[in-house]
């Protein structure tokens, strides 16, 4: 008995011992592991919810650090994706298409935005325009390869004039607004907020045409195909902290346009003019299939590729990311 008690005295001992080394330790957690990735966006609305995301830490929360690469527009910051200078980007859906046409491993992960009056055409009334019909024999700038290019066409298509009866003038985005408003031509065909600055340039001497009757024009996400294989979970982060970014725009709107106007080519007061053109909303929309084919249509027609049939826009939708953080928003036939 002597012996037993004796061996529970050694074995309380080292319990005791191992009790108080392990109190007398920090407490510490297992750092959080970063994944570094670089997003290219534009300098313009339509990408406020990635700079919102940057801005509140929510890419941080979520794990992601992440750089933002500007450029001009969602064209350049595809070309960036494609070029795999950028990991992710923002683009309208029309870029979108033309790389898929090209045979592009491009994926669109989610809608960051969408609109109805951000793509714009805006004549010079003292150039004798006061309809879209008036745009025949006139000069006209558009950045080739945008939505503005296809919302251009189908609104000179819808009043009767073909492609060939305007002068079609190739400008960069941060030229079209000096362009129009120095009279170099007569009209231009472009986005927000290029088009707001035109317009108060100009003052009583432009007229506009919205293309919100013709289709709504959407800002997405993009990753190569190879990038989304390698880091789904990085997807899926960078799409969570998004969600974050709009529940933050819908709950603080006036908040959310004080910090995109620090990060975009606009002030606050022309932001706040038009900021009720914008829905910020992260979806996946049927839509944007019907509308990715409609423009391939239109660019195959017109010698923009060389194909003959539609590609699977199906296939170019990553659908798993959505489906994981907010399957609500997916409405694609699959």
């Not at 994926?107 to 055409?121: F, H, K, Q, W």
């Not at 492609?163 to 190739?170: H, L, S």
């Not at 910020?280 to 839509?287: A, C, F, S």
Request: charged content about 20%; cysteine-free; hydrophobic content about 45%.
């Amino acid at each position: 008995m002597k012996k037993q008690a004796w061996w529970f005295a050694i074995v309380g001992v080292i319990i005791a011992g191992v009790l108080v080394l392990s109190l007398s330790r920090p407490t510490t957690t297992a750092p959080q592991i970063m994944h570094e990735i670089v997003i290219a966006l534009s300098t313009t609305p339509p990408s406020g919810l990635i700079y919102i995301a940057h801005e509140k830490g929510y890419f941080t929360d979520q794990g992601l650090d992440v750089t933002l690469q500007k450029v001009d527009s969602g064209k350049a910051a595809l070309a960036m994706v494609l070029e795999k200078r950028a990991d992710m980007g923002a683009t309208s859906e029309n870029p979108i298409m033309h790389a898929v046409l090209q045979d592009e491993p491009v994926r669109l992960l989610a809608t960051i935005l969408s609109t109805g009056r951000n793509y714009v055409v805006l004549g010079r009334k003292d150039r004798d325009i006061s309809s879209v019909s008036d745009l025949k024999g006139k000069k006209v700038g558009v950045t080739a390869g945008t939505n503005s290019e296809f919302l251009l066409e189908a609104m000179l298509t819808l009043n009767g004039v073909s492609g060939e009866e305007i002068e079609k003038v190739p400008i960069p985005p941060t030229q079209i607004t000096d362009a129009v408003v120095n009279g170099e031509v007569d009209a231009i065909s472009s986005w927000n907020p290029h088009i707001l600055k035109a317009q108060k340039k100009l003052r009583d001497n432009h007229i506009t045409f919205y293309g919100s009757e013709i289709y709504t024009a959407t800002f997405n996400l993009v990753a190569l195909a190879g990038y989304i294989k390698d880091n789904p979970l990085v997807i899926e982060k960078a799409l969570r902290a998004l969600m974050s970014a709009e529940n933050f725009v819908k709950k603080e709107p006036q908040q959310a346009r004080s910090m995109l106007a620090k990060h975009i080519r606009l002030n606050k007061p022309m932001l706040d003019e038009l900021w009720e053109i914008y829905n910020y909303e992260v979806t996946l929309d049927q839509t944007l299939i019907t509308t990715m084919e409609s423009q391939a249509k239109w660019a195959i027609r017109h010698g923009m590729s060389n194909r003959k049939t539609l590609p699977d826009f199906l296939g170019v939708i990553y659908l798993d990311g959505m489906n994981a953080v907010k399957p609500d928003a997916v409405t694609v036939i699959h």
